[in-house]
């Protein structure tokens, strides 16, 4: 094989490797943390609240080639939850779908938001990890980067995700975990130990190939699924 064979061979094999790490990361904590996920399913202490950002009307960030963040947003929030229920661990989602929930000229952003924070605040022992895109005037931001609540345990959560994220996915990435902005709305409103994860830019269309890609989206949820483990199996020694 030749080199110009060998530089366009490079970038599969780090990817490859980089999922395998992944993977490999992700076992080792399911199994660290299967008893614990389980004891959470028979008592109802701890229930995953998965929140796919936008939907329906609002697509959210829309990338030069015309994906949505809505549509990113619920494929890894879906891949999010079948390794949560393969762990038997109990959740729920603010959205299951896109479909269309009322007419366009009825729809409000902010009652949309407010619902979701119903079923959060309503939920008992609730965490939640809502999944957005990151985006910018510019093409050049990259990386995922994760806020957290004010919330008791919220900033737990958030820094474990983030340098998990880093170390797993993106080692080159400088960002670092920061309380969520006051006007995100459902972080602003929970009681909970939440956080947002930005996993990437729509703004960066090399970003955005890797997060159309379904074993990087899978890649994102097995990250989550570990750290939420590692959360509460930090939480449980306490």
Known sequence: MD???WLVLLPKLAFLLMLISCVLLSVFFLMRGAELVSSSADTGLNTLVIDPGHGGFDGGAISDDGSKESDINLAIAQKLRCLSEL???????TREDDRIRSEYAEYSEHEDLVRRTEIVN???GAILISIHQNDFPTG???GAQVLYAASSGSEELGRRCHQNLITQLDP?????????????YITSHVGCPAILVECGFMSNNFE?????????????AL????????????????
């Open 172 to 184: 080159q990435n400088r960002r670092v975990a920061e309380p969520a902005p006051k006007a995100l």
């Open 87 to 93: 762990l038997g661990q109990p959740l729920t989602m």
């Open 208 to 220: 955005v190939q890797k997060l159309c890609s379904s074993a990087y989206q899978c890649s994102i």
């Open 122 to 124: 309503d939920t008992p």
């Open 140 to 142: 050049q931001p990259s």
């Open 3 to 5: 080199k110009k064979q």
């Open 223 to 238: 990250v989550l699924t570990a750290s939420l483990l590692q959360y509460l199996s930090e939480a449980e020694m306490l």
